[in-house]
């Protein structure tokens, strides 16, 4: 069988982790990560959907954001144009 080496960073308490994970099963640390990357679910249409989904509302909403506090901000100035009308108009104090 021929192999080939893949090599990743990850810190030393999840390295240490990892070899406590391999060593409670009995297998090496090697093992245990071919294991758990092919045994890894595939994504489903459904999920890769919703992934975009999320995607781009995030990315929507600094600008929803904004549209909020533009459209609170025009109701405040409604409120008081409202409020003097009444004011002018002796229905309210």
């Known amino acids: 069988m021929r192999t080939e080496r893949v090599t990743f960073l990850t810190t030393p308490e999840a390295k240490a982790a990892i070899a406590a994970r391999a060593a409670q099963r009995g297998i090496s640390t090697g093992e245990y990560i071919r294991l758990a990357v092919e045994n890894m679910p595939e994504q489903t249409g459904e999920e890769q959907e919703l992934a975009a989904l999320v995607a ?27 409020d003097r009308t009444l004011r002018l108009a002796g229905v309210r104090k």
């Open 56 to 82: 781009q509302v995030n990315e929507a909403l600094p600008e929803m954001r904004s549209s909020i506090d533009r459209m609170g901000e025009r109701l405040r100035e409604v409120h008081e144009q409202v």
